[in-house]
C-alpha cells in the first residue's frame, strides 16, 4: 500500500514538512496513525500523534482557522527510509510457529473468526496462523483518547508481545493495524507492519485460520 520513497518525499516536502519539521497529525485515529506510520516508515524523526485529535484541542481551548489552507512553499526533505518496519508475507511465514515474532491482528470479531465470510467471499476467510487479535478501537476511550499507557500496556501483555520480538501488525489492508503499530511504538515494541495485509494474503492464496 506504500507508494514510492521518492512519490513519498515530493508529497511530504510539498506540505511543507523539512528535515527539520515538528509534525503533528490530527483526524479521524486510523487517518493520523495511518500517516505516523507512513512519516515513520520514510524515516521522519519528529513525527507525533495529537490525542484526542481536533475535539482535544477545541475542548482544550485550543484556537481554530477557517477558509482554505494557506499556502507554503515546499521544504527540503531527506528520504531516510526504513525498511524494517515493513515486512512481507515471505517474511511472516518463515517465523510461523516459533518465538520470532508477535502476530496481530487488529480486526473485530467477525473478520478475525471468519464468521463475515472473508468479507462476502472478497477474501479468506478467518485469520493468519498464530495470530492474536487485538481490535484496534479497544486502545482508545468513549472521546476518541487513546487509553493510558499502563492500561495499554496489559492489553499488548495478554496477546504475548515482548520487548525484544518484532510485534507485526495487520488487518485488511494496513489501515486499522496502523493504530496498533502506533500504539505499539509508543510502548517502545519493535513494531512492524504487514502492510496489504489481508488483502494481499489472499492473493497470494495463503491459508488462514477461522475460529479462535
Given at each position: ?104 491482528d487488529a480486526r473485530p470479531d467477525a473478520e478475525f473468526t471468519g464468521a463475515d465470510g472473508g468479507m462476502n ?69 519493535d513494531a512492524r507492519m504487514y502492510d496489504g495485509s489481508i488483502v494481499d494474503w489472499t492473493r497470494r492464496k ?7
Amino acid at each position: 500500500e506504500l507508494p514510492p520513497i521518492d512519490q513519498l518525499r515530493r508529497v511530504l516536502a510539498n506540505a511543507g514538512i523539512g528535515d527539520r519539521s515538528k509534525v503533528i497529525i490530527y483526524g479521524s485515529t486510523i487517518a493520523a496513525t495511518r500517516l505516523f506510520f507512513t512519516l515513520d516508515y520514510f524515516g521522519h524523526p519528529h513525527a507525533r500523534v495529537l490525542n484526542g485529535g481536533l475535539s482535544a484541542w477545541k475542548e482544550s481551548g485550543g484556537a481554530l482557522e477557517t477558509g482554505p489552507a494557506r499556502s507554503v512553499p515546499a521544504a527540503s526533505l531527506t528520504a531516510r527510509p526504513q525498511p524494517d518496519r515493513v515486512v512481507s508475507a515471505d517474511w511472516i511465514k518463515e517465523r510461523l510457529s516459533s518465538p520470532k515474532m508477535t502476530l496481530l491482528d487488529a480486526r473485530p470479531d467477525a473478520e478475525f473468526t471468519g464468521a463475515d465470510g472473508g468479507m462476502n467471499g472478497m477474501h479468506v476467510k478467518g485469520h493468519l496462523p498464530d495470530a492474536q487479535q487485538l481490535v484496534w478501537n479497544t486502545l482508545l476511550d468513549a472521546s476518541g483518547r487513546f487509553l493510558p499507557d499502563p492500561e495499554l500496556k496489559k492489553k499488548y501483555d495478554a496477546i504475548g508481545a515482548d520487548q525484544g520480538t518484532p510485534l507485526v501488525s495487520y488487518c485488511m489492508v494496513g489501515m486499522r493495524a496502523s493504530v496498533t503499530y502506533f500504539v505499539a511504538r509508543h510502548l517502545g515494541y519493535d513494531a512492524r507492519m504487514y502492510d496489504g495485509s489481508i488483502v494481499d494474503w489472499t492473493r497470494r492464496k495463503l491459508p488462514a485460520v477461522m475460529g479462535r
